[in-house]
C-alpha cells in the first residue's frame, strides 16, 4: 500500500475517534416516587441507551472500513476529471460515501409508542371521525416515524462523519440545527404594555364587571332560542298563506312581549342597584351607558339575523325537514287557468314575514331613557341592516321560484292539455263542424270526445303534493268538466234538432200514404196507379219508413241517456212509433177498394203460384244445408245466411198472403203452402241457434278485450249461466230432432225392404250437434 493511501486511512481513522462521553446512570439516592422523578429517568435511560447505540454503530464501522480499505488498491484519476481533482480526494469522497452507508446501515431506535400517543392526542377529535379514519392514522403515524428515523440517521452522519471539502459530494437537509446564540429575550413593552392597559381600563368599559353579567344575561336569554318557533310548520301539514302569515306574526308578538317582561325586565334590574356604576366616574357615565346601549342592541340584532337566517333557511329546496306546505288552487278566472293565491301573493307573505321579523323589538327602551323616564323615550337602535334584509328577500325569492317549478310545470300540463277548451278554439271546431254534413254516428262520436274528456277530467287526482305545495285542482276540474259538457250539449240540441226535423218528415209521409190510399178511383188507370202505389207503399216505402223509424228509435235511446226531451218532442216521438200500427187499417180499407179490379189479376195469380213453389223448392233445398254448417269462425256468416233465408221466406210468406189475398178477392180456394210453415218451423232453431252463438263469441271478445274496470261479476256469472241452459236446450232439441229422423228414415227402409236383409247404418254424426257441444266446452272453460 502506497504512502497517499496510508495518509488517507490515518486521517478517516482520526475522524472515526469521536466518540460520545460515557454513560453516566443516575444516583441510586433518587427516588422514583413522584411523576416528574419518572418522566425525567425515562428521558435519561433513553438518552444513554441512544448514546450506547451509537458507540456501537461508530466502532462497527471502523471495523468494516478497515476490512475494506486492507482489500481496495488505489484509485488512479480517470482522464476526464478536473485537473485540481486529485487522487487523494477522490479517496476521501468515496471512503466518506462508504462509511455513510455503513452508519445509515445500522440498527436505530425507533420512535417510543408513548410520544406517538402524545402527538394523536393533539389531534382534534373532528379530524380522527370518518369511515377512513383508522386508515388515515395508520397513514400519519408511518409517516411521523418515517421522518424520525430519517432525522436520526442524518444526525448520525453528521455527528459520526466529517465531511471531506469536495464539491461533488451531495449534502441532505444543511448543517444541524444550532442553539440560538445573542438573541435578547428581555422585554422592553412591558411598561408600555401597563400603560395601555391602564387607559382601556379607564375608557373601556366593556371590562365592566356589570357588562359581563349583561352579556352573560343575553346569552342566556338568546343564545340557543329565536324570535319564532320555526321548528314544527311542516308538521302543521298544508296551511294558508295567510295563516302562516297569523300564527307567526301572533308568535313574533308573544315573544316581544315575553323578551320585555323577562330579559327587560332583568336587564333593569341590574342598573337599579347601587353597585351598578361602582367605579364609574360623572363625566364617563355617558359613555359607559352608550357602552351598555350598543351592547344591548347587538344582542338584539343578533338575535333577530338568527331569526331570519333560520326562516330563510326553511325555504331550502335540499333541506326539506322545514319547509312548509301551502294550499294553493288551481281556478278558472275569466275563461283562463290561474292560480290561488298567485305566486306572487305567496312570495309576498313570505317576504311580508321577513319585514315583520325585521319588525321585531323595535321599540326597546334605552336604560338611561328607562331610569330617568325620559319623554319622549329614547329607544335602542335594534334595526337590521339594510343589506341583510335585502340577502334574505334575494335568497327567498331565488327558492321560492325553485320550490315552486313542480306546481308550475303542472299548471302547464293542463294548459297544454285542456285550454283548447277555453282559449276558443273549441268554439271554432264546433261551429266548422255545424257547417259541414255529418251522420248522426257521426255526431255521437264527436259528443262522445267531449264526454269522454270531461270524464277523464274527472278522473285526474284531486289534490297533488309538491315540497312546497298541496295543489288543490278539483275547482279547475269541476270548471273544465262543465265546459266539456256545455260543448257536448250544443252538438246534442244541434243533431236533436235534425232529429225533430226528420220524425215530422216521416209522420209527413204516413200522412200522404194515407190520404192517397183512401182515394177512391174512378177510371181503371187510376185503380192500376192507386194499386201500384199501395203495393209500394207496403213494400218498399214502407220499408224505407220502418227503416227510417228504426232510426229514429236507435237516436231516442241514445237521447234518453244524455238529453231530456221537452214535451212536444215526446208527444212526436209516439206518434212516429205509432205510424207503423196505424197505417195497416188504411191498407185494409184499401184492399176492399181493390176489390172491383179483382178480375184483371187472375193470369197473374196463376204465374205467382208457379213462381212460389218454386221458391219454396230452392228454400228447401238451402235449408237442407245448415245441417252441414260446422266451422264456428264463419258463424257471421251463418247468421247473415240465415236472416236472407228468412228473408226470402217473408218474401214468400208475403207472396203467399198475396195469392191468398188475391185468391180471396177471386173467390178461390185458398192454397196452403206446407212446405212453407215447414221452413219456417225448421229454420227457427238454426236461427236461435246461430244467433244465440254469435252473441255469445261477442260478449266473451268484449268481456276479455273491454276495461277490467267496468266488468260486473255478478252480471257476468248470470249471462254465463244463461248462454249456457240456452245452449243446453238447444243441443238437447238438436239431439231429439236427430234422434226422430233416424226413426223415421229406419221405419221408411224397413217398408220398402220387407223381405231384403236388414243393414244397419250407422249414424253419422251431426254438425251442428258438434258446434253445440263445443260452445259448451268453451263456456264451462270460460266460466272455470
Keep these: 500500500m502506497s504512502d497517499p493511501n496510508k495518509a488517507a486511512i490515518a486521517a478517516e481513522k482520526e475522524a472515526l475517534n469521536l466518540k460520545l462521553p460515557p454513560i453516566v446512570h443516575p444516583p441510586k439516592n433518587i427516588g422514583v416516587d413522584t411523576p416528574t422523578q419518572s418522566k425525567l429517568l425515562k428521558y435519561r435511560r433513553s438518552k444513554e441507551q441512544r448514546k450506547t447505540i ?80 383508522e386508515e388515515l392514522l395508520q397513514s400519519l403515524i408511518s409517516e411521523v416515524s418515517s421522518d424520525f428515523e430519517k432525522s436520526t440517521k442524518r444526525y448520525l452522519v453528521k455527528s459520526v462523519l466529517v465531511k471531506p471539502p469536495v464539491n461533488w459530494l451531495e449534502d441532505d437537509g444543511g448543517p444541524l440545527p444550532e442553539f440560538p446564540v445573542g438573541q435578547d429575550y428581555s422585554n422592553p413593552w412591558h411598561c408600555s404594555y401597563v400603560q395601555a392597559r391602564s387607559q382601556i381600563l379607564s375608557n373601556l368599559h366593556i371590562v365592566h364587571p356589570i357588562m359581563k353579567m349583561l352579556l352573560d344575561l343575553g346569552y342566556k336569554t338568546f343564545a340557543n332560542t329565536l324570535l319564532l318557533d320555526l321548528t314544527g310548520i311542516r308538521a302543521k ?11 307567526l306574526s301572533i308568535q313574533a308578538r308573544k315573544a316581544e312581549e ?27 357615565l355617558d359613555s359607559f351607558y352608550n357602552c351598555v346601549s350598543t351592547l344591548m342592541s347587538n344582542q338584539i340584532k343578533d338575535l333577530l339575523k338568527r331569526t331570519v337566517e333560520g326562516f330563510v333557511k326553511l325555504f331550502d329546496q335540499e333541506d326539506e325537514r322545514g319547509l312548509p306546505i301551502f294550499k294553493m288552487e288551481l281556478t278558472i278566472d275569466d275563461e283562463k287557468m290561474e292560480f290561488y293565491p298567485t305566486f306572487q301573493d305567496l312570495e309576498d307573505v313570505v317576504f ?74 273549441a ?57 266539456a259538457r256545455a260543448f257536448a250539449n250544443i252538438l246534442l240540441n244541434d243533431i236533436a234538432t235534425k232529429h225533430r226535423n226528420e220524425n215530422e218528415c216521416i209522420c209527413s209521409e204516413f200522412e200522404a200514404i194515407k190520404e192517397h190510399a183512401l182515394k177512391i178511383p174512378e177510371t181503371t188507370e187510376e185503380m192500376m196507379d192507386l194499386i201500384a202505389y199501395v203495393e209500394k207503399a207496403r213494400t218498399i216505402r214502407m220499408q224505407d219508413l220502418i227503416l227510417r223509424i228504426q232510426e229514429s228509435k236507435r237516436r231516442m235511446n241514445y237521447f234518453l241517456d244524455v238529453f231530456i226531451f221537452p214535451q212536444e218532442d215526446l208527444a212526436l216521438n209516439s ?72 228473408k226470402r221466406i217473408q218474401e214468400s210468406e208475403e207472396a203467399v198472403q198475396f195469392i191468398n189475398k188475391e185468391e180471396e178477392l177471386f173467390k178461390w180456394e185458398v192454397t196452403k203452402y206446407p212446405e212453407l ?19 255469445w263469441q261477442r260478449t266473451e271478445k268484449r268481456w276479455m278485450d273491454g276495461g277490467f274496470l267496468d266488468l ?39 217398408r220398402r225392404s220387407l223381405g231384403e236383409e236388414r243393414v244397419e247404418e250407422e249414424p253419422k254424426e251431426n254438425p251442428t250437434i258438434n258446434m253445440c257441444s263445443t260452445v259448451m266446452e268453451n263456456i264451462k272453460v270460460f266460466k272455470v
Design 352 to 425: 311580508g314575514l321577513v319585514e315583520r321579523i325585521a319588525e321585531a323589538l323595535q321599540n326597546v327602551q334605552s336604560v338611561p331613557s328607562w331610569l330617568s323616564a325620559a319623554s319622549p323615550p329614547v329607544n335602542l337602535d335594534t334595526e337590521l341592516p339594510e343589506h341583510m334584509i335585502q340577502w334574505a328577500l334575494d335568497v327567498l325569492k331565488v327558492e321560492i321560484h325553485r320550490n315552486l317549478e313542480g306546481a308550475r310545470r303542472h299548471y302547464e300540463t293542463y294548459v297544454e292539455k285542456y285550454n283548447w277548451l277555453l282559449d276558443g278554439t
Design 54 to 133: 451509537n458507540q456501537l454503530v461508530i466502532e462497527g464501522a471502523k471495523k468494516k472500513l478497515d476490512k475494506t480499505l486492507s482489500k481496495r488498491t488505489p484509485l488512479s484519476p480517470e482522464p476526464d476529471d478536473p485537473p485540481i481533482m486529485t487522487s487523494e480526494i477522490k479517496k476521501k469522497g468515496l471512503n466518506y460515501i462508504y462509511m455513510k452507508q455503513c452508519v445509515e446501515s445500522s440498527p436505530i431506535v425507533p420512535i417510543q409508542q408513548e410520544w406517538l400517543d402524545h402527538m394523536l392526542m393533539l389531534v382534534p377529535e373532528s379530524l380522527k371521525q370518518g369511515k377512513k379514519r
Design 258 to 284: 315575553k323578551i320585555m317582561n323577562t330579559w327587560y325586565t332583568k336587564v333593569i334590574n341590574l342598573f337599579t342597584k347601587k353597585e351598578a356604576l361602582e367605579g364609574i366616574k360623572p363625566e364617563k
Design 575 to 646: 206518434a212516429v212509433l205509432l205510424w207503423p200500427w196505424k197505417i195497416y187499417p188504411i191498407f185494409d180499407e184499401n184492399d176492399e177498394i181493390i176489390e172491383v179490379a179483382k178480375h184483371k189479376k187472375e193470369n197473374e195469380l196463376i204465374a205467382k203460384r208457379e213462381k212460389l213453389i218454386l221458391e219454396l223448392e230452392k228454400e228447401s233445398r238451402r235449408m237442407e244445408e245448415f245441417a252441414e254448417f260446422a266451422e264456428l269462425d264463419r258463424m257471421q256468416q251463418y247468421v247473415t245466411d240465415v236472416r236472407q233465408l228468412q
Design 712 to 750: 260486473n261479476g255478478e252480471s257476468m256469472e248470470a249471462d254465463v249461466d244463461e248462454f249456457s241452459r240456452e245452449i243446453f236446450k238447444t243441443l238437447k232439441f238438436f239431439q231429439v230432432k236427430l234422434k226422430k229422423e233416424l226413426q223415421e228414415k229406419r221405419k221408411l227402409a224397413k
Design 237 to 247: 301539514g298544508p296551511i294558508d298563506c295567510e295563516s302562516l302569515k297569523n300564527d
Design 677 to 695: 210453415d215447414k221452413l219456417k218451423v225448421n229454420i227457427e232453431p238454426y236461427q236461435k241457434f246461430f244467433n244465440l252463438v254469435l252473441k
Design 427 to 483: 268554439v271554432a271546431l264546433i261551429e266548422t263542424f255545424q257547417a259541414e254534413d255529418h251522420t248522426f254516428d257521426e255526431y255521437t262520436e264527436f259528443i262522445e270526445k267531449f264526454f269522454n274528456l270531461a270524464s277523464e277530467i274527472m278522473l285526474l287526482p284531486q289534490w297533488v303534493h309538491f315540497p312546497m305545495v298541496r295543489l288543490d285542482c278539483e275547482d279547475l276540474k269541476t270548471g273544465l268538466t262543465n265546459k
